[in-house]
């Protein structure tokens, strides 16, 4: 005999079955699915569906569900169908303009969808998918910022124009073995060259070379340490939002050791899709805007991106991304989410000349992304 009050036993009853129902997703299992995703961001809209779902049909293959996702369109397949010659054929009409993935989706009916339900996530161990372990080149990256340092002692070197008994005292600017060696066709001009150089970067190490005649530059190891974080966390934000293309629930995308990066993608089928976003590079320019509707000579027009206008840019590059030695999140004086950078001495100086002499004029941000693409054209790729 039940000896609980009525009101009680309800509540047993409605937690049980709405933990039936959030469960119910589960019970259905998943079959092969392309997901197709737009650039930028944007959302795949109903016409752009029935179009895949028609491509879909004209090579043979009627998906058993076609629906809109978080803005990505999927098409599931039945159980056991092979995808990689619709996914290839979508690519080539579309001429690569969206992202197509074969992955795994839920074959639970549209009303359990509808209801915003969701099949519990499952890792590698359990639903399989890709794991990718990527080692990031600090060698490169602190040569490529020992380098920017060549270039900008070299300007401020041949700027200063050092003098000695008169004459005009010449500079060799070298890079070896990750040393800065200035040399100098006189010695009395090492002091004025080691200001011009600790004028450009107070932190690195300046010592005197060897001849009497040069001077050996080297990062500290916490400049080293700092280039090295900043490689590394530059890249897992760019995996992050590169793998987010794709759509997969839960994937991981985080630092490992010194130099590694661990990138697992739950359900993925498609390990080409994945390099093709991973072995795609990146860098930004700052340029400033031609409001004179490209009147003005090596103009050149660019893209919005999203719901960006095209804009006239000017041609001179005012400071690009391997320039940037630290960036973050911020504030600005209203208190708006800003990203804040900084530049090394080269990029902050020439910003500072540009927008002393061209305030009140807009500046734009130019993001460029090469990716490689492998296309396939009657059947040979």
């Not at 161990?125 to 602190?142: N, P």
């Not at 409001?291 to 206008?309: N, V």
């Amino acid at each position: 005999m039940n000896k609980f009050p009525a009101w009680l036993n309800t509540l047993v009853l409605v937690i049980l079955l709405a933990g039936m129902l959030l469960a119910l997703p589960n019970v259905y299992g998943s079959s092969p699915a392309l997901q197709v995703a737009a650039p930028d961001d944007l959302e795949i809209t109903a016409a752009q569906l029935e179009s895949f779902v028609g491509s879909a049909e004209a090579a043979g293959l009627t998906p058993e569900s076609a629906y809109l996702k978080d803005g990505r369109a999927v098409l599931r397949f039945e159980e056991g169908t092979e995808l990689k010659s619709i996914r290839d054929q979508l690519r080539e009409e579309y001429d690569n303009e969206f992202s197509v993935a074969m992955t795994l989706a839920s074959r639970m009916p549209d009303w359990l969808r509808g209801l915003g339900l969701n099949p519990m996530s499952l890792g590698l161990d359990l639903r399989g998918g890709v794991y990718v372990l990527l080692e990031v080149d600090m060698q490169t990256a602190i040569e490529t910022r020992l380098e920017r340092y060549v270039e900008d002692f070299d300007d401020r070197l041949r700027e200063a124009g050092i003098r000695a008994g008169g004459q005009l005292v010449r500079h060799r600017v070298e890079l070896a073995n990750n040393v800065i060696t200035v040399r100098l066709t006189n010695a009395d001009g090492i002091e004025s060259a080691r200001e011009v150089i600790r004028a450009a970067d107070a932190d690195v190490i300046i010592s005197d070379g060897a001849d009497g005649r040069s001077l050996r530059v080297r990062m500290t190891e916490e400049q080293i340490r700092a280039r090295q974080d900043l490689a590394i966390e530059q890249n897992v934000t760019t995996l992050r939002n590169r793998v987010d293309e794709l759509g997969v629930a839960e994937p991981i995308v985080q630092r490992q050791g010194l130099d590694r990066i661990v990138v697992q993608l739950p359900g993925l089928q498609d390990p080409t899709e994945l390099q093709r976003i991973l072995t795609a590079t990146a860098t930004i320019e700052f340029r400033l805007t031609d409001t004179t509707a490209g009147d003005m000579p090596g103009s050149r027009l660019y893209e919005g991106r999203g719901d960006e206008p095209a804009q006239y840019l000017q041609r001179r590059v005012i400071a690009s991304g391997d320039q940037i030695i630290d960036a973050g999140f911020s504030y600005d004086s209203n208190g708006a989410p800003a990203v804040s950078i900084r530049l090394d001495a080269a990029g902050g100086d020439s910003m500072l000349e540009i927008t002393q002499e061209n305030l009140g004029r807009p500046m734009s941000t130019v993001f460029i992304e090469s990716r490689r693409d492998t296309m396939v054209r009657n059947g040979v790729e």
